[in-house]
């Protein structure tokens, strides 16, 4: 099929993609042109991907612009099919984790050794096409199909700037490392790049899902000997003892502030923190519950818009130090690769965070499956 944009020709393929056409309904999978690569892009066929959050966040369209049709989808692992004009390091056959974000490699951001926020490939929810042209690479029918995160992995085959690509060990496995293209790598890095915990401290880790469960395996693998979960879901805590977790504290129980127990319950507060709620109070929490003179809180959870962040300038003159992060910290084409052979050297545990796995023929069942809140991460196949 041609599709024709000006004088300039496109021979499109088709593939197979779970499209969502409206808001919060089912995504239907059926077939869709996918154009060639153009400059500084590949295409890549997605073998496995996951679901993350995000998508569901975004699919539900609660408190964001509605962009539709869109193909969602951004924790994946795939191989590349083909390359663009100016791709020079990566070739097909590579094995690759697609990501949400990107490295540019040449903005200050890139060549600063202390950020990961590229100026050229930072995570835009409102962009719907490639930077190259500003059009889509999907289509149906003439319909252009909007992208999502600059990856949309819910497609056998897709488009993405070659900056937004991670190539990878051909002999991890896809199943298995694809999950570390968002979540779990984002609160792992946030525990091991930022909070930098020593050997022996106390962690305190605000949420127990995915984000924080990565983040306390961030504390184990730092050899941390208290890491205390909080969270006011009590059914998360037998499963937060496999990441680590070895107390657990429920805000709910208590008539008092959880920075307050906290502090109690480590003679003065913890080493180190980690926020993945997103919500102002626990962020206050985490920030007031480590120790004077050496403490560090780490925040992770996106708030609100509107929200405000309060505490008094002394708990920042009595030297708690707090921070921000943003995918832990990690470089995507130049880091992502390196967490790839911690698992391989099983230095770090991914199986657990998979609870859940469908053929994408069912993808609708992973958004059950979190929506339900059964899931950690729930692995889609593709099939042949």
């Not at 153009?38 to 496995?48: S, T």
């Not at 488009?159 to 199943?175: F, R, W």
């Not at 305190?204 to 984000?211: D, K, P, Q, S």
Request: with cysteine; aromatic share 8%; net charge negative.
């Amino acid at each position: 099929m041609q599709s024709v944009y000006g004088c300039l020709v496109i021979v499109m393929n088709i593939t197979v993609a779970a499209v969502a056409w409206e808001a919060g309904k089912p995504l239907v999978v059926e077939e869709v042109e996918v154009a060639p690569p153009q400059k500084m892009e590949v295409r890549l066929r997605i073998l496995v991907t996951s679901l993350c959050h995000t998508d569901v966040y975004f699919w539900e369209a609660k408190g964001q612009t509605p962009l539709f049709p869109r193909i969602f989808g951004h924790e994946a692992g795939g191989i590349v099919e083909s390359v663009g004009e100016g791709v020079t390091d990566l070739q097909p056959g590579d094995h690759v984790l697609p990501i949400f974000t990107g490295e540019c490699k040449d903005c200050r951001h890139c060549k600063s050794e202390e950020s990961n926020m590229c100026d050229l490939l930072r995570i835009n929810t409102d962009r719907g096409a490639m930077l190259h042209d500003g059009r889509t690479r999907f289509s149906k029918n003439g319909q252009p199909i909007y992208h999502f995160l600059g990856t949309s992995t819910f497609s056998e085959y897709t488009v993405v700037h070659v900056g937004c690509v991670a190539k990878i060990n051909p002999q991890a496995p896809l199943d298995k490392v694809c999950v570390l293209s968002c979540g779990i790598s984002t609160g792992l890095g946030a525990t091991l790049n930022v909070a930098k915990p020593t050997n022996g401290s106390t962690v305190a880790i605000f949420g127990l899902g995915a984000v924080g469960l990565a983040a306390a395996e961030g504390a184990r693998i730092s050899g941390a000997s208290r890491i205390i979960g909080v969270d006011l879901n009590a059914n998360r805590f037998n499963d937060a003892r496999k990441f680590g977790v070895t107390e657990f504290v429920n805000p709910k129980d208590y008539d008092k502030p959880v920075q307050q127990v906290i502090a109690e319950m480590t003679d003065g507060g913890v080493d180190r923190s980690v926020e993945c709620t997103g919500n102002a109070s626990a962020m206050i929490s985490a920030f007031e519950c480590v120790h004077d003179g050496w403490g560090v809180a780490v925040l992770v959870g996106v708030p609100n818009k509107d929200d405000a962040f309060k505490t008094h300038p002394v708990n920042l003159l009595n030297e708690r130090t707090l921070k921000g992060t943003f995918f832990g910290n990690y470089k995507p084409r130049s880091d992502i690769p390196g967490v790839v052979e911690k698992y391989m050297k099983k230095e770090l545990e991914l199986e657990k965070f998979i609870t859940h796995e469908v053929p994408f023929s069912e993808i609708n069942k992973a958004f059950d499956y979190m929506l339900r809140g059964e899931s950690l991460r729930c692995i889609i196949r593709m099939e042949a």
